[in-house]
């Protein structure tokens, strides 16, 4: 019986035989169906058919008017040719939206990094979600064109009564006007257009921490689809030997963070770039970061980089006012105790903000402190949150850029480190409208106030540009520049 036992299959085990051949498979499909994303997506984003289809889409519905009020020179042909037309292309972007969802579903059944599940990687549902409302909406216009056109051909050939041809003819209007509507909603951005990170575009940001550690990192693994989330742990423990003996890989990845938004900024130019890697990855590495087969490259990270900050420019407002107060000298930084610095949205839509606290203990002694945060008719209105602060090295002076390019890095990685940064979620009720103010208190655990800043937001309804579904809109734009750009 013991001998039996040890034979038994273990189907559900990582490294089983079925479990590999049912990995393989899946990996086969995901290629396969990417395959037709790809040429359909290509085909339906190619110039002219996206200015087509708004062009018929809006042609549609008024030829169909013409002959409702019967105006004597509407015709039956140009309306009929215009609603085929209008079907004809809306097939490519139907069987791109589908070829998208039936990608994104097979390539989240895959495993992630270290054999775990994507559906442990939150986003998951939402990516499906969207990609199953897009193809509900392809299907709905694409059929309202074709019962448009059946419906013209119809009256056309057959004989029918002035009240059923009015009847007809007022569902045709109304079904254009449900393509039309449906284009203007479609028609500005063409989900999964990337073929290296095709889900990025997809995701917002739902969990995270209130407290960030490696601050770029950290916020940049937040605004990772579940896909690329994966395949960024598998990258990150694959940098385990390939990094400075000094050095961590998740404080080298930092420090390259760090580097590439300086360079964005234009601090640091390309020769420094290279030097302030090399000062934290091994050779091997490098060879990794600048190779176009590594999914995470140079280029891929500047990308990634840039995504992030579309997404939250919150937060990299807060580090450049700290790198600009560490060129300038600035008071707050080189001379006082406590440095408290806010960033909140001037406009939050939909009820809904991203407040951004950056602490610097200056003191010389590390202690608990209290962060009392007051958002005037918010929910809640009062969050209390208790943190360690350590005590950080104070700068006495300014920096000078131009003499010490590689201090620039160098010092805002320290700075950055040794500061407290949190980010926290702010909401308002949807009654809430017009100007409201946010204080924020530091206090000491003996309950001193120490310093206290107020800020203040505009809450408005609708969309705004600060809601999620512009800065997911502005995230992806960004993205498509950044590798445009790139391969230019």
């Given at each position: 019986m013991k001998g039996?036992?040890?034979?038994?299959?273990?189907?559900?085990?990582?490294?089983?035989?079925?479990?590999?051949r049912q990995e393989q498979a899946l990996s086969r499909r995901v290629r396969s169906r990417d395959t037709g994303r790809r040429f359909w997506t290509r085909l339906a984003t190619t110039s002219p058919l996206p200015q087509l289809r708004l062009l018929f889409s809006i042609i549609a519905p008024v030829t169909a008017l013409l002959l409702f009020i019967d105006w004597r020179h509407a015709s039956f042909e140009v309306a009929i040719g215009v609603h085929a037309l209008l079907t004809l292309t809306f097939l490519p972007?139907?069987?791109?939206?589908?070829?998208?969802?039936?990608?994104?579903?097979?390539?989240?059944?895959?495993?992630?990094?270290?054999?775990?599940?994507?559906?442990?990687?939150?986003?998951?549902?939402?990516?499906l979600n969207t990609l199953d409302e897009r193809r509900v909406r392809e299907r709905v216009r694409i059929s309202s064109a074709a019962l448009g056109t059946a419906a013209l051909t119809s009256l056309w050939n057959l004989d029918s009564g002035p009240t059923l041809a009015s009847i007809l003819l007022g569902a045709t209007v109304s079904l254009g006007l449900v393509c039309a509507l449906n284009s203007f909603r479609l028609e500005s951005s063409m989900p999964m257009r990337s073929n290296s990170f095709p889900l990025l575009?997809?995701?917002?940001?739902?969990?995270?921490?209130?407290?960030?550690?490696?601050?770029?990192?950290?916020?940049?693994?937040?605004?990772?689809?579940?896909e690329t989330a994966g395949a960024w742990d598998v990258w990150m423990k694959s940098l385990a030997g390939d990094v400075r003996s000094d050095q961590s890989a998740a404080s080298a990845v930092e420090h390259l963070l760090q580097a590439l938004h300086l360079n964005h900024l234009g601090l640091l130019d390309e020769n420094g770039l290279l030097s302030e890697t090399k000062r934290v990855f091994k050779v091997s590495a490098i060879d990794g970061l600048i190779s176009n087969h590594s999914i995470f490259n140079i280029s891929a990270l500047r990308r990634l980089l840039a995504h992030t900050r579309a997404w939250q420019p919150g937060l990299f407002r807060?580090?450049?006012?700290?790198q600009d107060s560490t060129i300038r000298g600035d008071p707050t930084l080189t001379e006082e105790a406590w440095r408290l610095d806010l960033d909140l949205p001037p406009r939050c839509g939909q009820g809904q903000?991203?407040?951004?606290?950056?602490?610097?203990?200056?003191?010389?002694?590390?202690?608990?402190?209290?962060?009392?945060?007051?958002a005037a008719e918010g929910e809640p209105e009062v969050q209390t949150l208790r943190i360690y602060a350590e005590s950080s090295i104070q700068p006495h002076h300014p920096l000078d850029v131009e003499l010490d390019r590689s201090g620039t890095v160098e010092s805002l990685g320290q700075l950055l480190d040794e500061s407290v940064i949190l980010w926290i979620g702010l909401a308002w009720p949807d009654s809430a409208s017009g100007p409201h103010p946010v204080q924020v208190t530091l206090r000491s655990e003996e309950g001193v106030t120490l310093t206290s800043t107020v800020v203040r937001t505009t809450l408005a309804s609708g969309m705004q540009p600060e809601s999620m579904g512009h800065r997911m809109s502005d995230a992806a734009s960004e993205v498509r520049r950044i590798a445009l750009s790139l391969a230019d």
């Open positions: 039996g036992a040890k034979s038994l299959p273990t189907p559900y085990a990582e490294q089983s035989e079925l479990h590999l972007t139907l069987a791109a939206a589908s070829f998208a969802r039936m990608s994104a579903r097979d390539r989240l059944l895959l495993r992630g990094g270290g054999q775990r599940s994507m559906n442990a990687y939150p986003g998951v549902e939402r990516i575009s997809l995701h917002a940001p739902t969990l995270h921490d209130s407290a960030l550690d490696r601050v770029m990192t950290d916020l940049l693994v937040a605004h990772l689809d579940p807060l580090t450049d006012r700290l903000g991203d407040l951004f606290v950056m602490i610097h203990n200056h003191s010389a002694l590390s202690q608990i402190i209290e962060v009392e945060i007051l």
